[in-house]
């Protein structure tokens, strides 16, 4: 089984109703939350929330290199101790998000991708174990396309992002 991270954009109102959902109806939160991710039926691309797919700990492995304000991928205090998939989901603050939009769009992939080297995510047996082929880096920067513009429509609109492992 694969190991995705999800993330998600929340309005006030649903940051209440998630953490109601966490205490009342736990089951129904993880769902609640997916929901908010996938967006409106309408949208042909979700601008509420996004997946990694697997690129996740190789952009945090590179964005290690870079010394990040904020963790996007494991910051943020626990919403709960029940585990969605793989984790705890966690809600990285307004002002976190705001720190990390700001880090993200002044980081552009190439700088990155300086620090891509597949013998040394082999050797530190980063997750999923792709890098000896030929076409990870382009995967790590579509998804990292797609962090960035997340976490700036989310600081945009003073809002927080809630992440998990699913």
């Given at each position: 089984m694969s190991m995705i991270m999800e993330c998600v954009r929340l309005r006030p109102h649903e940051?209440?109703?998630?953490?109601?959902?966490?205490?009342?109806?736990?089951?129904?939160?993880?769902?609640?939350?997916g929901d908010?991710?996938?967006?409106?039926?309408?949208?042909?691309?979700?601008?509420?929330?996004?997946?990694?797919?697997?690129?996740?700990?190789?952009?945090?492995?590179?964005?290690?290199?870079?010394?990040?304000?904020?963790d996007v991928f494991s910051g943020g205090q626990p919403m709960t101790d029940d585990e969605w998939g793989y984790d705890s989901p966690r809600l990285l603050a307004v002002a976190d998000?705001?720190?990390?939009?700001?880090?993200?769009?002044?980081?552009?992939?190439?700088?990155?991708?300086?620090?891509?080297?597949?013998a040394e995510l082999i050797a530190a047996d980063v997750y999923p174990g792709i890098w000896s082929q030929d076409w990870p880096l382009?995967?790590?920067?579509?998804?990292?396309?797609?962090?960035?513009?997340l976490f700036r429509a989310a600081a945009a609109d003073h809002e927080p992002i809630a992440v998990w492992m699913a």
């Open positions: 940051v209440a109703e998630l953490r109601r959902l966490l205490v009342e109806e736990p089951d129904s939160a993880y769902e609640y939350a908010l991710r996938m967006g409106d039926e309408d949208e042909a691309v979700s601008s509420r929330g996004m997946d990694t797919d697997q690129a996740w700990a190789g952009l945090q492995w590179l964005l290690a290199r870079l010394n990040p304000p904020v998000v705001a720190e990390a939009a700001r880090f993200l769009a002044a980081t552009p992939f190439a700088a990155l991708a300086e620090h891509y080297a597949a382009s995967y790590l920067e579509e998804a990292y396309g797609r962090l960035v513009a």
